[in-house]
């Protein structure tokens, strides 16, 4: 049992960055400071060895390639399909008086009794899933030798990273990322955690319906919890995978916000910064579902994917926060074209009901600005307008800066209500270091316009 241990804990140290090894050990092996020095002699000594194993390795995989099963239950086997940690997938068709059925079948290769277990339990999970998203469990049985296996549904598809190398557009990638998390939260329902969620493990057929692979490493949330070190991909595990802690269905919310960001930007989650080049909100979305810690992400996938088709239709997503400014801008950028006047209206009422909260602080300079605030707004479409009016309007105000701030910030309310962001933050900036300047950083004007600026992103 103790060398089944140390062969797991090997395995699993090695597919870890080296600087996270030995904290993994000393927590697998607590109470066994042996066991711990033992594996950490294997990982540094590997070097040349580990080299003549790997391709010993290779060798052997030949080997086991020219002697694969000519037959496996009613299956005639054609080639090997591929091998993983437990066992070989083999195509194989079987062959009745009327028809032909091509198959994939896995066949368990590696000894132990924690392989044995792990193999079977992914068979009784994909028993218990049939999804269009999910490669279906078709049939299982044992060797003539006494080697279990499983029959699955043939997925003649590309891998994932090969369809992404045919350049598909983003909403291509959002389609495809939101069959896989439907896929997901199927088996989220029927209490399955795949907690292996990673390009390698989705194919893609020709009419681009993703498929789900390799139920291997996964949980059933109905059965008692595991003990020692679980399997793990550490490039693609979620934090608590890699320490140890326990596994949810949040687990696969991560998995999920890696998968989506690698299809986004092309690389791997490294560093925790958002994916560059991608829109505000969607970026928001891809950083909620990797929070480091379980309860700051998605409360489940059904969430996470709601949250998707929110950003799809324009819609506010509940990752960028709900404040009031927020929902309108998205609101105001939905409907552009069918309430473009009435947003330019609106922006000139909340620009004159500014100025008329001011009357008793600045009584003078708040009747002046809201009589000339609404020439700023004098065109087809705000944009418009503000090219053509602010230039005039700059060249009249300039001399009475108070003024100017606030015709600067009637126009960058305005530009919020449009959707214009960017110009929004332009006027808000201006408007900000003439308050500051005039009367001083902590004065009241000075910090609402601060206030209004951070609202829109800095």
Sequence with gaps: MKLERLDNLYHAAREMPAEEREAFLTRECAGD???????????????????????????????????APVQIGQYRVLRVLGRGG????????????????????????????????RFLVERRILSRLEHPGIARLLDGGRTETGEPYFVMEYV????????????????????LFRLVGEAVEYAHRNLVVHRDLKPSNILVTGDGQP????????????????????????????????????????????GLGALLYELLAGRRPEGGGPPAGVDRDLAQIVCKA?????????????????????????????????????????????????VG?????????TGLWMQTVRLEREGARARLAAHVVPELFAGVSIHEALERNLPVLRKRWEGQPLV??????????????????????????????????????????ALETRAHLEAVGR
């Design 33 to 67: 400071g042996e066991l711990a020095r033992t594996v950490l002699a294997m990982l540094r000594s590997e070097g040349e060895a580990f080299a003549w194993f790997a391709e010993a390795e290779s060798s052997l995989g030949l080997f086991w390639e020219e002697v």
């Design 290 to 338: 990797l929070e480091p810690r379980p309860e700051d992400r998605y409360r489940s996938v059904t969430e996470l994917l709601d949250d998707l088709r929110a950003y799809e239709m324009g819609l506010p997503v509940q990752a960028h926060g709900l404040g009031w400014m927020y929902r309108v801008s998205k609101y105001g950028r939905r409907h552009w074209i069918g």
């Design 211 to 254: 498929k789900l692979l390799d139920f291997g490493i996964a949980r059933l949330l109905d059965e008692t919890a595991e003990t020692g070190p679980a399997p793990l991909t550490p490039r693609y595990a979620a934090p608590e995978q890699r320490s140890g802690g326990a596994v949810t269905t949040l687990t696969d919310v991560y």
């Design 86 to 117: 437990m066992g070989t997938v083999y195509l194989a068709e079987r062959e009745g008086e009327e028809f032909r059925q091509t198959v994939a079948v896995k066949c368990m290769r590696r000894e132990g009794a924690e392989v044995l277990r």
């Design 404 to 445: 100017w701030a606030d015709i600067l910030e009637a126009g960058g309310h305005a530009c919020v209500l449009a959707g214009e962001r960017e110009r929004a933050k332009a006027l808000f900036r201006e408007s900000l270091a003439i308050r500051q300047r005039e009367l001083g950083p902590a004065h009241a004007e």
């Design 156 to 175: 003649a598809g590309e891998p994932l990273a090969a369809w992404v190398a045919k350049g598909p557009s983003l909403a291509e990638k959002l389609r």
């Design 341 to 349: 006047f009435v947003a330019v209206l609106l922006a000139v009422s």
